[in-house]
């Protein structure tokens, strides 16, 4: 069936160093993607979105790269923190039933 | 930003005994509410949709009869594991849609099921 795919379970980084983590999708008819942070034992918090005819948008400190080519979705963050450390995920939608496809989830690991 | 809120966020309950999880919208009505599982570092995995007003729509191979979701108002949804396994043990996450476009989904922090 139709995934969204992370390619590292884990990502360690120097503490203002800066961080991309990349997610694969498979569904070309998703219309946005978006970025959570989950910090555990809580819920995943909104980070940034992107719709499907944008290939790049910023926010603060972070930015998301959308490459529709090769279903290739990235999370830049600028001088990462301590705070930062959290799993990041990846998901998709479509239409406007508000549906996620989540993906793996990637670990940020972010050393002082 | 919309708030959504969860009770209880941890409940230990005995084999066979049936629990009620609720899922607010604070500040927005919200027509439409989803119910994720989530395994211990494993992703969200959507288990149905809430809609307001009408029966819930169940993702392929969750039990409709075991998982059991109440959406009776705007602001309110509520999932219901009945005769619950320690294999029903999860964080369970709800979010809400105010309505909007794509993004505009809010997330509950969770509660965290263990069946004993």
Redesign the interface.
Known sequence: GESVGLHLPTLSVQEGDNSIINCAYSNSAS??F?W?KQES??????II?I?SNMDKRQGQRVTVLLNKTVKHLSLQIAATQPGDSAVY?CAE??G??????????TTLQVKP | GAVVSQHPSRVICKSGTSVKIECRSLDFQATTMFWYRQFPKQSLMLMATSNEGSKATYEQGVEKDKFLINHASLTLSTLTVTSAHPEDSSFYICSANSGGSGGEQYFGPGTRLTVT
Request: net charge positive.
């Open positions: 219309d946005y978006i959570y034992g809580k819920g995943p918090q909104f979105d719709r995920f939608g479509s406007n039933t508000g549906k996620l496809i989540f993906g793996q989830g």
